[in-house]
């Protein structure tokens, strides 16, 4: 009777918290919806991060996990940094009234980027320092193509010349190196898969770069879009591959991973809207898993009841962290508000959002501060017109 006793006392306990836990996400999110009703709740998580990035180099790099490693680490903080310049950009169109702050702040992270402490993660992979090898031929897509989205943003919403000669390197470089690979393709590391979300930033760059000066590498962009639906869509879904071989020009689709098509969606929006669409509807029919929370699965030929991924993050009940938070981005692009609201209150059951004076932020940006620069780009994500 006594173990009963217990035992009822347990359910009981947990009932009650899970109903302050819900009660709690219904308070969290009730102005989700509209741009207009989240404003208070976008400029307060804006305020947050943009204290917790803006910050030394190395400290910012120090602010991600230990436990992945250094190169991770690099990684991790130039996301998180061309991730906020993506939402402030965003917030910026949204909110007309933010756009001077938001320059300065997106120079600052440029700035940032610029930093030996930064480049590290992709100079200690390649041999050689990215900015200081543009006239060479190894890739390093991933920390270019950053840097050049990030001035491309900074220009979008009225920066100044002072990157302008970078950004003609970067794109040139980028474009260079994209037309003498055997696939149109480029390794984010020697001797790896191509990525195609580090690849697809490159494009967003290369076509934004295109929009804003007279068309110059849109022919670039174009072929590499022909040749990934030619040669890289999976058979089974129509997908865009998450992964595909260096050297090889013919079909050779590798999995698709819900973390990485969810990011695929966002970058395809900047660059052809319609297989944007036809991707993102893809991707919910295969990967969208709506019980017992909505989010997106990180695997579509298996649920694993616990697993972790270092891209996904740690996967319950078949969910991917990362696939949930980036498929936020063309959920709020294409207007799929019910889609929407569920996600975020998905984030809300894992993050707990915490507020005090005029910042707002997830629990879980204590531990990973790029997810809620990530998030914040994604549920603001608006055309760049």
């Known amino acids: 009777m006594k173990q009963d006793r217990i035992l009822l006392r347990i359910i009981g306990s947990l009932l009650v918290l899970i109903a302050i836990k819900a009660f709690w996400i219904g308070v969290a999110t009730r102005n989700n919806g509209s741009f207009e009703t989240e404003k208070a709740n976008i400029l307060q998580r804006r305020s947050y991060v943009v204290d917790k990035v803006i910050t030394e180099p190395q400290k910012l790099i120090d602010l991600m996990p230990a436990i992945v490693g250094e190169q991770f680490q690099g990684e991790w903080a130039l996301y998180s940094c061309s991730m906020l310049s993506a939402a402030l950009v965003n917030i910026a169109q949204l909110y007309p009234e933010t756009r001077e702050e938001s320059v300065t702040a997106i120079d600052s992270l440029i700035k940032i980027v610029l930093s030996p402490e930064l480049r590290k ?117 129509g997908l865009i591959a998450s992964m595909v071989k260096y050297d090889c020009d013919e079909p050779n689709c590798m999995a698709v991973k819900g973390s990485y098509t969810a990011l695929s969606c966002y970058y395809l929006t900047f660059i052809d809207e319609e297989f944007a669409r036809d991707q993102y509807e893809r991707f919910k029919v295969h990967f969208l898993k709506k019980r017992p929370i909505t989010g997106f699965k990180e695997y ?86």
Do not use: C
């Open 300 to 385: 579509s030929y298996k649920t694993p009841l616990l697993a972790s991924d270092i891209d996904a993050g740690i996967i319950l009940f078949g969910l991917s962290p990362s696939g949930t938070a980036f498929g936020i981005g063309p959920a709020t692009y294409f207007g799929d508000t019910v889609l929407r609201k569920a996600l975020l209150r998905t984030g809300e059951l894992a993050g707990t959002t915490v507020t005090s004076k005029d910042k707002s932020h997830y629990l879980l940006a204590d531990i990973a501060l790029v997810g809620e620069a990530i998030t914040l780009a994604m549920r603001t994500a608006t055309p760049w017109e």
């Open 121 to 237: 993660y992709d100079r200690v992979r390649w041999d050689e320092d990215p900015l200081e090898s543009l006239d060479g031929d190894n890739s390093h897509v991933s920390y270019l193509s950053h840097l050049a989205w990030m001035i491309a943003g900074y220009k979008h919403i009225g920066g100044d010349n002072r990157y302008d000669t970078l950004y003609y390197s970067l794109a040139a470089t980028m474009n260079r190196r994209l037309l003498v690979s055997p696939s149109m393709n480029l390794e984010t590391y020697p001797s790896e898969y191509v990525y195609i979300p580090d690849m697809l930033v490159a494009i967003v760059a290369l076509k934004l770069y295109s929009q804003q000066n007279g068309g110059e590498f849109a022919s670039t962009v174009q072929r590499w879009l022909d040749n990934m639906k030619a040669n890289h869509l999976a058979d089974y879904s």
